[in-house]
C-alpha cells in the first residue's frame, strides 16, 4: 500500500474525445460512458481511490479487441482490460483516462482436449464457470484465488490460490495464449505441446503482466483430474513455529498435499466467534489431500506422524464431503469471520511470500508488530508455499489510520524483502506496490522497461501500473 | 535441419581485433586463440558446419563476465555463451565470429538451501556434479538431459529429459537468475521465494533465451528429496498405439510416473542386438516411479493393470537398484545401441513434441515415412511428454543424403505442427531450426524481435541464433 504511487496520469483530452466519439458509432449498447459504467469499471475492491475510464466497450470478440486496440493506438488512448475487477492493486483504475475493455461477454469455451487435459478458453470465463463446464468431463482447473475471477485477469495478474503448493500458480498452467498486441495484430504464443523450447517463452511473459503488455484474448490450460477421493482434516499446535516446522517437514518429505492453509490464534477466534465453533484457539493448519482412497489415508497417515513430531493436536481428517466441509468451514469463512470483528472498519489484505523456512519467523515477527502497533489483523497463509495473508481492519477514511497502515505494510514488505521474499506472492503489483517493486526487484526494473517499451512504445496499454515508465 | 538457415553474418574485423588485443593484455593464459580452442567452441556436436570464435575467454566472477560483455558492447563484438558445448542446433556457433565466453571455471555452488529444497549455482556447474554434490543432503535435481550438461546450458536452452513428466522442464525448476545483460549490468530476476507476481516473469524469459537476451551468472533452483523407494519396470505392447494408449490413461489416471519412455520396436531389436539383451521386439514402455515403499508398489500395481488393458505383457518391475539397472538397461543405451546399427554413419537427433493424444499417430506416421524412404532410424520418446526423438542415422558427407535427411526433418516438423505441436520439445532453436520457429509462431517473431531490440539493441549477444534479426 503506497498511496503516493498512484498518480494521474497526462490525458490525451483531443484523442479521448475522438476515440469515445467513434467508439459510440461503431458499438452502440456496447460502449457505455456512464457514470455507474465508468465507476464500477475503475477500482472498487481496494483501499486505492478510483480513476474512472471515459468509457467501457464490451468486446464480444478477438475482432473486436482488435479493433479497439487500433483505433486507441491511433490515437494514443489508453486501454485498461477488465475481467471482474476483482484484483487488490488498482489494476483496473485509469490513472490517464482511456477505455476500459470489458471481457465479460468473451466467456465462451472454446475447446476440451479432455485426453490431453487442457482446454481452451475465453478470457471472460470466470473459473467458477468453467469447473461448472467441466464436471461431467471428469476434470477441473485448480488454480483458486479468493474471488470468483476470470481467467484472463487471472492469468494477467499471476494469480494462485490455496491449491498452489501441489498443482502450481497460473505461471505452471497455461500453455499457450493468444494476444493482441499494441499495434493491434494478434499472436500465439505457443503450440498446445505439453512441453516446448521454441523460442522466447512469451507465454510465461505475457502471465503476469498485468495488461500491460498486450491484450488476452484466449487462454489453453492444463486441466487436472477430478481426484477419485479427497481427504480433509484440521491440526492445531502449541505454537505458530511449531505448525511451520510441520509444514515445512511435510513439504521436505514431499507429501503431495493439496492444500495446507495456516491460521492463526486470532484467525481462528474470529472464525469460533462467527460460525460458532469451537476450534482450540491456538494456531491451526488445515490440511487436504488428493487421490485415492489408498493414497488419501497413507498421506493422512504420514501427515499425522509429522504434525504428532512437533506437539500437533491428534489429526482429525475425513473423505466425507460433509464432514469435511464442516472440518474446513474456518477456512472457507475466514474473510468474512475476520470483517466481522469490526464490519466499520475497512479492510486490506497484504501479500508477503518468503522462502518457507523463513515462514515462522516472518509471521512472529508480523504478530509481534500487530500486538506492539495495537492492530486488529487476523493471518491466513498458503504455508505450503510461503505466502501468508494479514487482513488488516482499519478505519480508511481516517488520514493517521491509513498513515499508520501504511507504515505497517512497508514494515512488512521490508521484512519480508530481506528474508529474500516477495512484497506479492499472487496480487501482483498494480498501483498499489509500485514503490516495492522498486525496491525488490530493482536492478531488473530496466529489463522490464525495455521489454514495455519494445512491445507498447507509446504507453498505451495499461498505463501506471507495474512501474513508473 | 535446415543448413539454409545457418549464415555467415558480417564481421565486425576492426572491432574483433581491438577486443583481442584488450582481452590477451587483461586474461592472459584466461584467453585463448589458438586453432584447437576455438574450434573446440564452435559447434562440434551436430551436422551443422563448424563456425569458430574469434577467441575463448575463461570467465572465473560476474566481474569478469561484466568486464568482457561492457568491452565487446563497446566495440560491437558477439559475444556466444558457452557452457559444455552439448547443445545440438548450432547454439555455440560463431556466425559472425566473436568471444566465446567459456563458463567451465565459474562452476561454484554458492548456496544449498536444504530446508527449502533450493539451491544457487554458477552456470559451469553440470549436473551430475551438482547430483554428486548434493548426495550427502538427501535432495536432487531431478532435470536429466542426455549430456552431462552445464546448469547454465540447460537454463539457456529450457533442456529437460527423462524426469519432465513428473518434475518439470528447466522452466519449472529455476527460482531465480541473476543475469548480466547487453549493457553489461547484472541484473536479479526474482528474489527465492516459492511464488511470486512481482513484475514481469523475467526468470521464464531468460529460460530458453539460448544466450540472446544475457548471460547467466547464477542460477537459483528448485530441488527434490531423493525418493524414498525407486521403482522401475518394463513393458511390451503388441503395437505403437497400445503402447501409447497406456501412457494417455497412465497420465490422465494421475498416476505420478516419473519416467514413462518409448522405444519402437526398431529400437529395442538395436538394444538387444547391442547389449546381447532379449527383450521381445515390439514397441516398449520403460516406466519408472518414485516414492514410498507403499506409494511405489501402489502406482507399480495402478500401471499393472492400465497395461494390461491394453494388451501390455506382464509388466516387469522390481526396487532393487541393480535389477532395476538391468531391466532399464536398453534405455539407458539406446544411443549408442542405434550408432552401433551402423558406425559409419552420422547421426541426427530430431525432437517434436505433440499433444499426448496425437503421439501414436505421429509416431506411426513417422515411422511409416522411416519404412518408405528407407531410412535406419529408431525412436525414442519421453512419452509421458508427447515428446520423440528419431536417431536418424545416415551418410551427411554425401550432400544427396543430406537432402534426403532434411526433406526427412521437414516432413516430420510439419506433420508435429499440423498435430499442434512443436519442432523442439527440449533442444531449442539455436541455427537449425529458425525456419521452423518462422513456421510454428510466426505471429509472436515480431513480439520476439521487439524484446531481443530492447535488450540487445545492438545484436551483440549470439547473433544468428533463434532468429533472424
Known amino acids: 500500500m503506497a498511496l503516493k504511487d498512484v498518480v494521474s496520469g497526462v490525458r490525451n483530452e483531443e484523442g479521448i474525445s475522438t476515440v469515445l466519439g467513434i467508439l459510440k458509432q461503431r458499438y452502440g449498447e456496447r460502449f457505455q460512458t456512464g457514470q455507474a459504467f465508468r465507476e464500477q469499471h475503475s477500482h472498487t475492491t481496494s483501499y486505492l481511490p478510483s480513476q474512472l475510464p471515459d468509457g467501457v466497450v464490451f468486446v464480444e470478440s478477438s475482432g473486436d479487441v482488435q479493433d479497439v486496440v487500433k483505433l486507441c493506438a491511433a490515437h494514443h488512448v489508453p486501454i485498461i482490460p ?56 471428469g476434470l477441473f482447473f485448480p488454480i483458486d484465488p479468493g474471488a470468483n475471477a476470470s481467467i484472463g485477469g487471472m492469468t494477467a495478474t499471476r494469480a494462485s490460490g490455496t491449491n498452489a503448493v501441489r498443482y502450481g500458480t497460473m505461471k505452471d498452467n497455461v500453455l499457450s495464449l493468444t494476444v493482441v498486441t499494441a499495434d493491434g495484430e494478434e499472436i500465439r504464443t505457443a503450440q498446445r505441446a505439453r512441453k516446448s523450447s521454441a523460442g522466447y517463452d512469451l507465454t510465461r511473459l505475457f502471465v503476469g503482466s498485468e ?5 488476452i484474448t484466449s487462454i489453453t490450460l492444463r486441466l487436472q483430474g477430478i481426484p477419485e477421493k479427497i481427504s480433509g482434516g484440521v491440526c492445531a499446535f502449541p505454537t505458530l513455529k511449531d505448525a511451520c516446522d510441520a509444514v515445512i517437514m511435510t513439504i521436505q518429505m514431499g507429501v503431495p498435499v493439496a492444500r495446507i492453509e495456516l491460521l492463526d490464534e486470532r484467525q481462528i477466534r474470529a472464525c469460533n466467534a462467527y460460525s460458532k465453533l469451537s476450534y482450540p484457539e491456538r494456531p491451526t493448519l488445515f490440511v487436504e489431500f488428493h487421490g485415492t482412497e489408498e493414497t488419501v489415508s497413507l498421506q493422512a497417515r504420514q501427515f499425522a506422524d509429522i504434525a504428532a513430531e512437533f506437539g500437533g493436536d491428534s489429526f482429525v481428517h475425513t473423505t466425507n464431503p460433509e464432514e469435511r466441509a464442516q472440518l474446513w468451514k474456518a477456512r472457507h469463512n475466514a474473510y468474512w469471520a475476520s470483517r466481522a470483528l469490526a464490519p466499520e472498519l475497512g479492510a486490506l489484505s497484504t501479500d508477503v511470500c518468503v522462502p518457507i523456512s523463513r515462514l515462522a519467523e516472518c509471521v512472529a515477527a508480523t504478530q509481534d508488530d500487530i500486538r506492539e502497533h495495537g492492530f486488529l489483523a487476523p493471518i491466513v497463509g498458503h504455508a505450503g508455499d510461503g505466502n501468508f495473508h494479514v487482513l488488516l481492519l482499519f478505519n480508511d477514511k481516517v488520514p493517521a489510520e491509513l498513515e499508520k497502515a501504511e507504515a505497517f505494510i512497508s514494515r512488512l514488505n521490508q521484512r519480508a524483502l530481506a528474508m529474500d521474499g516477495t512484497c506479492t506472492g499472487e496480487h501482483g503489483i498494480g498501483q498499489g506496490k509500485i514503490g516495492y517493486l522498486e525496491q525488490e526487484l530493482g536492478s531488473a526494473l530496466p529489463a522490464m522497461r525495455a521489454i514495455k517499451k519494445g512491445l507498447d512504445p507509446d504507453n498505451i496499454l495499461n498505463p501506471g501500473k507495474v512501474f513508473r515508465f
Do not use: Q, W
Open 82 to 137: 477488465f475481467g471482474t475487477g476483482s484484483s487488490l492493486e488498482g489494476h483496473v483504475n485509469a490513472p490517464s483516462g482511456g477505455i476500459s475493455v470489458d471481457f465479460t461477454r468473451m466467456n465462451r469455451i472454446l475447446a476440451v482436449n479432455a485426453e490431453d487435459l487442457d482446454c481452451t478458453v475465453e478470457p471472460g470465463v470466470t473459473r467458477e464457470d468453467l469447473n461448472t463446464y467441466l464436471r461431467d468431463t
Open 211 to 215: 495488461g500491460t503488455l498486450g491484450l
